[in-house]
Nanobody
Framework: QVQLVESGGGSVQAGGSLRLSCAVS????????MGWYRQAPGKQRELVAD???????NYLDSVQGRFAISRDNAKNMMDLQMNNLMPEDTAVYYC???????????????WGQGTQVTVSS
């Protein structure tokens, strides 16, 4: 079984910082792409940032320059450093990993349970 566990959410004032972490555990052969998504009330889930196994990154335009995604392949972990947070960043943030559980299995996407980030003005 594969588990993704997020940590690091919380409440901050505008301009503050938070660091989210995602730990992947269980049956893991190889993790390919990883990413952070968010979903605000009444809105669709959107991709915030993603990172390939080799470290190439991609960001939502509105977080470019404020957020930084990173991963540790040896530890099966991924972080999201969020700086200069704005009220519009308020959402539940989800970790996603596209991985192969065994050497013979196909890659599938897995989700964490989500962590709340609240930014007040």
């Amino acid at each position: 079984q594969v588990q993704l566990v997020e940590s690091g959410g919380g409440s901050v004032q505008a301009g503050g910082s938070l660091r989210l972490s995602c730990a992947v555990s269980g049956s893991i052969y190889r993790i390919n792409n990883m990413g952070w998504y968010r979903q605000a009330p009444g809105k669709q889930r959107e991709l915030v940032a993603d990172i390939t196994r080799g470290g190439s990154t991609n960001y939502l335009d509105s977080v470019q320059g404020r957020f930084a995604i990173s991963r540790d392949n040896a530890k099966n972990m991924m972080d999201l450093q969020m700086n200069n947070l704005m009220p519009e960043d308020t959402a539940v943030y989800y970790c996603n990993a596209f991985l192969r559980a065994t050497v013979s299995s196909e890659a599938n996407g897995y989700w964490g349970q989500g962590t709340q980030v609240t930014v007040s003005s």
